[in-house]
């Protein structure tokens, strides 16, 4: 019986089942207990005035990249953004490229999450996003965006697309502070 190969959370390469730490980055597996920031477990539409609880370990967020925690799960994710982050589903049929977070384990086709729903690009100083004409569109905190219109995007926003809340989080550039 094969299994499935252990994923890390913060390069998201593959690595062996029984690997004590990941073999690209060398961050080890299991629970470390540092700074955490999370997702707060309120409606939907109220996201902005609820607290945050911990779930986003700060030290395990790439230089050059986000943390994001998805409503309702138990592991965050951290990604690199080289560039610009395409957000969205894959099928059988799409394979994932490397700019691209794949939420499909997440079950993000029953949210309502498209197969390329948002792009989060890297700024001078910060990140920004932008809907990519989602059919169930996108929210930053509470406001509703306007299709290929950026917005800023601020560490510790909740980005909402279709249905699935994502806490985002970042290290703040010399110029954020």
């Given at each position: 019986?094969?299994?499935?190969?252990?994923?890390?959370r913060?390069?998201?390469?593959k690595?062996?089942?029984?690997?004590?730490?990941?073999f690209?980055?060398?961050?080890?597996?299991?629970?470390?207990?540092?700074?955490?920031?999370g997702?707060?477990?309120?409606?939907?539409?109220?996201v902005?005035?609820a607290p945050?609880e911990?779930f986003i370990d700060?030290?395990?967020?790439?230089?050059i990249?986000?943390g994001?925690?998805?409503a309702?799960?138990p592991?965050?994710i951290?990604?690199?953004?080289?560039?610009?982050?395409v957000?969205?589903?894959?099928t059988?049929?799409?394979p994932?490229?490397?700019?691209?977070?794949?939420?499909?384990?997440l079950?993000?086709?029953d949210?309502g999450?498209?197969?390329?729903h948002?792009?989060v690009?890297?700024?001078?100083?910060?990140?920004?996003v932008?809907?990519l004409?989602?059919?169930?569109?996108?929210?930053?905190?509470?406001?509703?965006?306007?299709?290929?219109k950026?917005?800023?995007?601020?560490?510790?926003?909740?980005?909402?697309?279709g249905?699935?809340?994502?806490?985002?989080?970042?290290?703040?550039?010399?110029?954020d502070?």
């Open positions: 019986m094969n299994t499935p190969p252990k994923l890390c913060v390069c998201n390469s690595n062996e089942e029984n690997a004590p730490f990941c690209y980055c060398g961050v080890p597996f299991g629970e470390i207990s540092t700074k955490f920031v997702i707060p477990d309120s409606s939907i539409n109220d902005s005035d945050i911990s700060l030290e395990w967020i790439p230089e990249g986000i994001i925690q998805a309702g799960e592991l965050p951290y990604v690199p953004v080289r560039n610009e982050l957000i969205g589903r894959t059988e049929y799409t994932p490229a490397d700019d691209f977070l794949d939420l499909a384990n079950k993000a086709g949210f999450v498209s197969r390329r948002a792009m690009r890297r700024m001078e100083s910060g990140y920004e932008v809907d004409s989602s059919r169930n569109g996108s929210w930053l905190n509470k406001e509703r965006l306007v299709p290929k950026p917005y800023p995007l601020p560490s510790g926003s909740i980005l909402r697309i249905n699935m809340r994502l806490l985002i989080m970042y290290h703040s550039t010399k110029k502070q």
